[in-house]
Every structure is written in C-alpha cells, then in structure tokens.
DNA sequence: AGAATAGTGTCTTTGAGACATTATTTC
DNA sequence: GAAATAATGTCTCAAAGACACTATTCT
C-alpha cells in the first residue's frame, strides 16, 4: 500500500464482508429473582423467538453503543431520566463465529449492564416487545444468545466475589440485607445472614454507614436495619468467595 | 425487511463500513522475563513503530484468526511442528474506538496467547521482523496497543492466581522452582520458595509428580529436584494470591 | 403472643506468611 | 569448603463458617 492509498483508507475489496453488532445482556433484580431484559423477535431469522437487545454499531464507541441500545430498548433516553446513568456497563465477550447469522457474517460485541431497578418497558415505544425475564426461564434465545447469556451469568456470578458490583443492583442506600439478597439472587442459593453481615462490614470500601435506619422493619417482622451507601472500593479485599462446591473446581 | 431480503442477507447500505481484525499479546518467558512478541511496522501510519502481530479475519473463527496470525509471524505453520498445539489462546477484549485507525473504522478482537518457548522467528520468513520484547520494553506500540497489551497484562497476572496458567509457561515436565519463577516474571516479584512450594503442592490438581528428578540440581548448587508435570485442575482452590499491596485495591 | 429479622458473640478449622532447619548439590 | 537450593517444620495471625444468642419489630 503505497502513501496514496493510505490517504484514501483501505479499499473496500481489501477487507472481507463484515458488520459488527452489539448485544446486550442486561441484568436487574425484580421479587428477589435475577432478571434478563429480552425483545421479542418480528422478523426472519428466528421470527418470534426472544433475543438479547442488540444493533449495529453506528458512529460511536462500543460502549456508547451498548448504552444506546438499552436506552432504545427500555424506552428510556438519555436526557429524559438519569436513570441511565446509574447503570453499570461493561463489555463481555466478542462472538464472531461464522455462520452465526445465517444472513452475512456478524460478529458481535456483547455487553453486560447492570442495573438497580428499571421500569417496565413502555408499550407504544420502540420497547414494545422487550420486558424482563427470570434469567432461569430464559431459554431457546435466537441465534448464540444462550451462549452470551450463560457467559454473561457466569461473569456477574464471577464479580459479585472480588467487586463491589452487588451495590449496583440496589439504590443508592440499602440494607444489609437486601445486599445479601441481590448475592442470593446471582449466586442461586441462600447465605447465611450473621455471617455475611460481619463480613460485608470488615471489607474496607465496600459499603460506608448513612447513619439512618430503614423506616420499618421486615415484611414479617423484626428490627429496623441499618441504611449504608456503595464505598469507594473497587475491589473486595478480602473477597466474598462463594460457598465451595467441589463441581465447579475442575 | 421482506422475507426477500432475508433471503438475499443484508443490504450493504443497510449496515455502516466497518472492518474486523484480531491482534494477538503473545507472552512467553525468555531469561526469567516476561516477553511479548512485536512486529515492525513497514507502512503508513505508524511505520518504524512497532505494533502487536494481528490482521484481517477470514473465512474463519475469530480463535482460528488468532493463532493463523501468530503461527504467520511467529514462521511456524500447524503442519510443521506441533509447537503451536501447546499454546494457550483466549479472547481478550475488543477494541473499537472510532478513530484507533485513522484510515477507517476498525474494530479489533485482542487475544491472549501463552507459550512455552516459542523459537526466535525466522528471518525471510513473513515473520522476518517479528522478535520478542521483555514486556517493560514494550512502549510507544502503533495505534492503540499500549493500551492492549497492558490490558492483556492484567488479565495474565490475574489468571495465574485462580488458574494453572502458569503451566502454560513451563515444558511438560517442571520443577516447582520453574513454576515459581514464571510467577515471579509476570507478577514481577520475589516469591518465597518454602512457602511457594508447599502452597503448590497444596493445591489439588494443580501438579501431579512425575516420580522423575530433574538431571541436575541448581546452576549454582543445590539438591536436583522432583519433576511434576500439570494436573486436571481448571481452576485453583484455594487460589495463589498475590502478595497483597493496598494500592491495588482501590 | 408468636414469629421473623438485625446484629453480635464465640468457637473451630483452614490457610497465608514469616522464619527456621536439614539435606543435597555445584563450584 | 563455601554457597546455593530443595524440601519440610513450626509458629502466628487472619479469615471463613457453624452456631448461639439478644433485641427489636411486624402480624
């Protein structure tokens, strides 16, 4: 390539047919149940299967991207809430296989964005078709969507032990408990509560007091907790390691 | 779209001009330093700069891309030796910043790969200015490979403690002082050799023995000692922490 | 009153790390 | 012989987890 074509960019024959598209594997907890946000699909291939939420990146980094396709899907804007802004988003893994789409050759940049508690998608918008689904009911997903979603599950099961990501699943102050829950709620199965409370308070960063208290007490009794607010760690030293289950070793 | 153009695939208009490649951090262990495998770069932009090997993806994985492109620079062909079978290769992260490449959009699929010990590349060959770099040498790379390569660092230094990565530096056979001083290249510190080796040992699955004894004992003396060879473990429980610094925790 | 929950105390076991020691080998 | 290294032993401290217990609030 002489000094002539690089001014002038690669030349279309020199690079093979490619789009690339992001998805995105949006979490949110809803009733104590780890939630996908999915859109129904109207059109060839895979008419009426669920899918990930996705779209071909335009003139923007990928994460823009990523975060203008949620924005799109959940019928939320930028500018109408800041909402959005309290989501956490963070690249996944790239799916480029080819064949993938029985169409041309996609490859895909999918995305995990964690969120506290978005609304339900507004009908009327172009969110129509997407709501949230318990990710354990979340099956039979258009092209490699399965795939993306299990690596997904198993990133965030992953970051909930060294990050302080469980705080990006509840508002900005919460109880002890009801970050025990969001653990409970990825990790699949119950922790114990005495433990996990003197642990959560002798990690450094992890969570700081407010000095309220929450206005009542549980559901079915019991004392008013303590309120507290994210840390400003960004790793857990020490780390919140789950359970061990000798299966997941090798 | 009609069920017409699904059958015909996309449109070209319908999706923006985008080109995918891979780029490859290729690490290895030459003289006790962690090295990375770099090119010169011929052309426009960034001739003279040097740049982490990677190019267009084909008719092919992107898994298949990534160690296409380095058996290309690195002169060694799957059908010659089996060299490349014993290289790990995992998917970094992507890249896709417009603007990384001033020529057009680029999006760019960075992988990791560990070897034992690869040759030196061989000149006349494709791979004729291909050479490994110990990686605190590595500066100044071409478009945005600075940031890749460091990011391909953390994500080596990380896996050394929750996987037997490590393994992946060192022949089929290895003394526990080998392994300890793969992690004292990538983590770039001392460790403690009783401790280290007992640690190892520890570790279910980490290494089996080999009942062997290595030929001969240290350089500068010392008992010969026992050979292992890698377990069947996936991940490391309990894993080999890294001597804890607090800068890195928040 | 009865049940559920928040928060704390205590004990045991495991593992990390500092340090010491012995045996073996090279120069 | 001197120095270096492999491998193991010992001790201390931190942390995980099981379990118990008290105080508070809801139905």
Redesign the pocket.
Known sequence: MDEASFLAGYNPRDYPAVAVTVDVVALTIRDGRLCVLLVERGQQPFAGHRALPGGFVRDETLDEAALRELAEETGLTPDTGDVLDRVHVEQLRTYGDPGRDPRMRIVSVAYLAFAPHLPEPVAGSDAARAYWVPVDEAKDLAFDHDQILADGLERARDKLEYTPLATAFVGTAF????L?QVYAAVWGEEL????F???V???PGFVESTGE?A????????????LYRAGDARLL????????REDRIR
Do not use: D, M
Not at 216 to 226: M, T
Not at 237 to 244: D, E, G, M, S, V
């Open positions: 109880t002890i408990s009801e025990r114990h509560a005495g433990n409370h003197r642990k308070l002798s990690v208290t206005a009542r007490g549980g559901e079915r009794g019991g004392p008013r907790a303590r030293h020490p780390a919140l390691l789950r359970p061990t």
